[in-house]
């Protein structure tokens, strides 16, 4: 059974008392912060594959995870996304179902199925934040900007060959990362840490009673999965001193290509994965 932390918290049998799928608690549970899934996410993706340290890596895939058939395989990622529940009704408050993100993705496995894992994000709305804890994945705030598809003119960046774009997050006002892609042309098979499951660790920091244990690993599922067209070209990326150590041990000792795609998913939910026995 997941944490009593990861459930929604239902009234009483009389139908009284503050309950819902988040904090803030309410009467109507129409107060919390967040709507249970499934969330609707479409977005467009700036992505660079790189290569990190593979001892480095293995530092961040706790028991139950190895480094897979390509050690030290990582991504870094910049997306703008707009999100809704089922209901859609978050769509008409742009203020509300849209935010940026950054992250980094490690190639990692789980009983020999391929998955990556997310060290780090950073997102700039506190929804987004939440329910990253929620799920298990580190979000942190930060200011994440992109370039912006699809406008006209000659400050417009085009998904064609030549055409230029660029991420960067910063955090409590220090640079961290640098990214951009050069479009050489359009591929067809998607980048591949963006095709397998996410897997994260349910850490709810202890308040009342501390227990020395594992935190669970929970393994995204989803549906509806949609890629845009997809273009490749040359990728640049850069890291900076702003962070701690731990971070920069996942600097890239290689750069490889880049990506821009638009992308659709419904994130369902979670699924356990039992942990190793001893």
Known sequence: MPPASHQT?????DGTGPHGYSL??????RSAMLTPPPWHFSGDVIMIDYRVDPRAASRFLPPGLTP?????????VFATWQWCSDSGEELSDPSRSQFSEFLILLGCAYDGAAMARC????????VPLVRGWVQGMPKQYGAVHQTRHGLVGRAG???????????????????????AVTLTGPVQEPPALHTVPLVHSLATPAWTTAVEQPAPLAASEVTDVEFGDIWTGTGELEFFDGLDEDFAGLRPVEVGAGHVFSYAETLKGGRLLPLPEG
């Open 157 to 179: 960046s085009r998904r064609t060959e030549g055409g230029l774009f660029a991420g960067n997050i910063s955090v409590h006002g220090r640079r961290l990362v640098e990214a």
């Open 24 to 29: 803030p608690l309410s009467p109507s549970g």
């Open 68 to 76: 897979g058939d390509d050690p030290g395989a990582a991504a870094a």
């Open 9 to 13: 918290i239902t009234p009483h049998p």
């Open 119 to 126: 060290p780090y994000a950073w997102v700039d709305q506190a």
